[in-house]
Nanobody, 126 residues
Framework: QVQLVESGGGLVQAGGSLRLSCAAS????????MGWFRQAPGQEREFVAG????????FYADSIEGRFTISRDNAKNTVYLQMNSLKPEDTAVYYC???????????????????WGQGTQVTVSS
């Protein structure tokens, strides 16, 4: 089992920044590819960003348009999402997720992931 706990969400004005963190425990963190997803009310959960177990390979949703940066620190068992130039349409609950190594990784597909955090609310006011 892997436990994931997100933090760092909150209320911010449009154009502002937030840094989300996701702390993992329970298994070897470096054995997992990690992803960030978000879900707005009435919407499906959507992919935001993903990072491979070793760090260099990173993937982003087109809608992010270079505003967000995913990173990880395997020594701290933590994955981050730095969000800049936030827009009201970024408002959602943000979830981190872990995908075990050993099989293929369709990083945009939520059902591919093995473990999920409880989510952290991000609200961007206009």
């Amino acid at each position: 089992q892997v436990q994931l706990v997100e933090s760092g969400g909150g209320l911010v004005q449009a154009g502002g920044s937030l840094r989300l963190s996701c702390a993992a425990s329970g298994r070897t963190f470096s054995n997992y590819n990690m992803g960030w997803f978000r879900q707005a009310p009435g919407q499906e959960r959507e992919f935001v960003a993903g990072i491979a177990w070793s760090g260099p390979a990173k993937f982003y949703a087109d809608s992010i348009e270079g505003r967000f940066t995913i990173s990880r620190d395997n020594a701290k068992n933590t994955v981050y999402l730095q969000m800049n130039s936030l827009k009201p349409e970024d408002t959602a609950v943000y979830y981190c997720a872990a995908k075990a190594l050993g099989t293929g990784w369709s990083y945009k597909v939520a059902r591919e992931y093995d473990y999920w955090g409880q989510g952290t609310q991000v609200t961007v006011s206009s």
